[in-house]
């Protein structure tokens, strides 16, 4: 397990109240990457929100609280995901 002393995506927001529009760009980014990282492995979280998103002290974002997400089967003949 990873150490994330930045806190929580939320708690990150609220102690600067506004981000940059590049903060705000880095950060979805990272989100966006980890989620298709996740749907790469036919994980779905099921509970993405601010809380369930932290931060290390170098400012990368780490999605954690797996605890509702679904492990799926990708169907071979259509490619697509089904539970």
């Known amino acids: 397990m990873d150490l994330c002393g930045g806190g ?3 708690s990150y927001i609220r102690r600067r109240k ?3 529009e590049d903060c ?3 950060i979805f980014k990272q989100c966006v990457k ?8 036919l994980v779905v ?3 993405i929100k ?3 998103m932290l931060l290390d002290e170098e400012g990368t ?3 954690c609280d797996f605890g509702v997400s679904k492990m799926c ?3 071979v003949e259509t490619n697509l995901i089904t539970d």
Do not use: P, Y
């Open 24 to 26: 705000a760009r880095h």
């Open 18 to 20: 506004k981000l940059s």
């Open 61 to 63: 974002l780490k999605i």
């Open 8 to 10: 929580d995506l939320l």
């Open 50 to 52: 601010l809380e369930n």
């Open 73 to 75: 089967e990708q169907s």
């Open 45 to 47: 979280h099921r509970d």
């Open 34 to 41: 980890g989620v298709q990282e996740c749907h790469r492995n």
